[in-house]
């Protein structure tokens, strides 16, 4: 049995039909029961759990040989992490107590730096999980392409693709959901004893202005990509009805100075096949209008 948590996300949604289509039995661990229809439809088993209840995520992963394990993403998080710090803590008493065999966590580029940033979060899910008695695999992924999805209706209006990335020709590494999917799906059938790293990006890096010439070429018309000054970012953030926004701007800045970066740098990361303009292409045609 392979257990799934975060299964109505991207990632977690892909890796279960991976796993289904290798013919692997697939347990899905949500936390809204009503949004599990359409997987036991696919034959799974559900399992209902939320992320800090770790009597019920215990429950989801005993009997699982292989778990993969994701926070939930939290864009806008208290001082100090609380809420990610619950949710980590529920995780590694659930993993200790059912005797998993082999997990797989999905972290980050960047997990491994030591300055404080929206990532840290995984770092300390890392952290966190360093003794489990498991298998364990990092399995660090680059920037989503996906991210672009939230500026399409812009750019189709304006032609304008604001970017807190910059400057916007400098590349970074960048790799699309669908890869991060089969490579997890790999690496929960995989038997390799101890605990690794996995570092993953897609086949050469991207820039802003590489997103914003692919969504151009998608949409049909000239995109740019308008880098968005530094300091517009707090004020913007906080309007749009952040709180602490710093750990965000924290981690941009991690990307633009390049202190996010894979610890064993582009040479030794592993590279997906999804191409950015592919990526662009399919999440434009899903939205049309």
Same mark, same amino acid.
């Given at each position: 049995m392979f257990a799934i948590t975060g299964i109505t996300g991207q990632v977690g949604g892909q890796l279960a039909m991976e796993l289904l289509a290798a013919k692997r039995p697939v347990r899905a661990v949500v936390r809204d029961k009503a949004k599990a229809s359409a997987w036991a439809e696919r034959g799974c088993e559900i =399992? #209902? =759990?939320?992320?800090d209840d770790a009597a019920a995520l215990t429950a989801a992963f005993t009997g699982a040989e292989a778990v993969f394990v994701l926070l939930p993403p939290m864009f806008d998080p208290a001082p100090g992490f609380a809420e990610s710090r619950r949710n980590i803590a529920a995780l590694a008493t659930a993993l200790r107590v059912s005797r998993v065999e %082999? @997990? @797989?966590v999905l972290s980050t580029i960047g997990a491994q730096a030591v300055q404080e940033n929206l990532l840290t979060q995984l770092q300390l899910l890392e952290q966190a999980l360093a003794d489990l008695p498991a298998a364990v695999t990092f399995l660090r992924a680059g920037w989503f392409i996906e991210n672009l999805a939230w500026d399409i209706a812009g750019a189709r209006a304006t032609g304008v693709m604001p970017s807190f990335l910059q400057p916007v020709a400098r590349t970074i590494a960048m790799v699309a959901t669908a890869d991060v =999917? %089969? @490579? =997890?799906a790999a690496l929960m059938q995989e038997r390799t004893p101890g605990? %690794?790293?996995?570092e993953l990006e897609g086949p050469v890096r991207v820039s802003p202005a590489d997103l914003a010439a692919a969504l151009g070429r998608a949409l049909g018309r000239? #995109? #740019?990509a308008q880098v968005v000054p530094r300091a517009e970012w707090e004020p913007l953030f906080r309007s749009q009805g952040m709180a602490n926004p710093v750990p965000r701007m924290r981690m941009l800045d991690g990307f633009n100075e390049g202190w996010i970066e894979f610890e064993g740098g582009e040479a030794e990361s592993r590279k997906g096949q999804g191409t950015v303009q592919a990526v662009v292409d399919a999440l434009v045609a899903a939205r049309p209008h």
């Open positions: =399992a #209902v =759990a939320t992320s %082999r @997990v @797989v =999917a %089969r @490579v =997890a605990h %690794r790293v996995v000239d #995109v #740019v």
